[in-house]
Nanobody, 120 residues
Framework: QLVESGGGSVQAGGSVKLSCVIS????????VGWFRQAPGKEREGVAI????????DYADSVKGRFTISRDNAKNTVYLQMNSLKPEDTAMYYC????????????????WGQGTQVTVS
């Protein structure tokens, strides 16, 4: 189970921090990430990382503005979003790969319910 929180409305240039609490069995997959889907668009990857530490990859559109991090003691993954733009408006999803699966964008198949971020 993955439960996101922290979304909301913010003005362009502002910041938002998303949180995702992940059940221990899923967190142990060692690969978690954030994705987003804007109205009328396909879901796209934002950032992925190993729960053991170290970000793995970011979408080019968010590099330098977004940071993925984790707190293993809390089984929680974060997405700090700075310098937000209207085009960042989307539903943001926390995700994980099944245990034993390679940490690649296309292997994420366990999803949270999403949290909306609106930038105006």
């Amino acid at each position: 189970q993955l439960v996101e929180s922290g979304g909301g409305s913010v003005q362009a240039g502002g910041s938002v921090k998303l949180s995702c609490v992940i059940s221990r069995s899923i967190y142990s997959s060692n690969c978690v990430g954030w994705f987003r889907q804007a109205p009328g668009k396909e879901r796209e990857g934002v950032a992925i990382m190993y729960t053991g530490g170290g970000s793995l990859d970011y979408a080019d559109s968010v590099k330098g503005r977004f940071t993925i991090s984790r707190d293993n003691a809390k089984n929680t993954v974060y997405l700090q979003m700075n310098s937000l733009k209207p085009e960042d408006t989307a539903m943001y999803y926390c995700a994980a790969v099944p245990l034993g699966t390679l940490c690649r964008w296309e292997n994420f198949s366990i999803w949270g319910q999403g949290t909306q971020v609106t930038v105006s």
